[in-house]
């Protein structure tokens, strides 16, 4: 996953947020079930003259393998359902009509406690 376009760490309304890395789907989905409500996502959805768009990352086990990310600043409170197998490259896509747009992303944990994961 290449994410360089993406900071190491940034700030928003007073929280910190840290990237993070992961090898593989398993790793990401066991960041994601052992930091619930603590993992966020930068997506480049390619809008002009806007920063990256920052999502809140949830998913459970009982969402097989889809991966719901809540808008918490562009367009409040929207949400884009996608798949673990597709973000863990990097990435979202969008399939319409044959044509295939995919939006850069790279996961981050909120605070500045947290250990390495």
């Known amino acids: 996953m290449n994410n360089s376009q993406f900071p190491d760490q940034f700030s928003r309304n007073g929280q910190t947020y840290r990237k993070i890395s992961f090898d593989n789907v398993e790793q990401l989905r066991n960041i994601l079930l052992n930091n619930p409500y603590k993992i966020y996502c930068l997506v480049d959805e390619k809008v002009s003259d806007a920063d990256p768009t920052l999502f809140l990352v949830l998913y459970a086990e009982e969402f097989d393998n889809t991966v719901i990310l ?11 359902t996608t798949e673990l197998d597709i973000v863990v490259n990097g990435y979202n896509e969008v399939i319409d009509v044959g044509y295939i747009e995919r939006y850069p992303l790279c996961f981050y944990i909120k605070g500045d406690e947290h250990e390495d994961i």
Do not use: A, G, M, R
Request: aromatic share 10%; glycine share 0%; net charge negative.
């Open 70 to 80: 809540f808008d918490i600043s562009l367009d409040l409170k929207s949400t884009v």
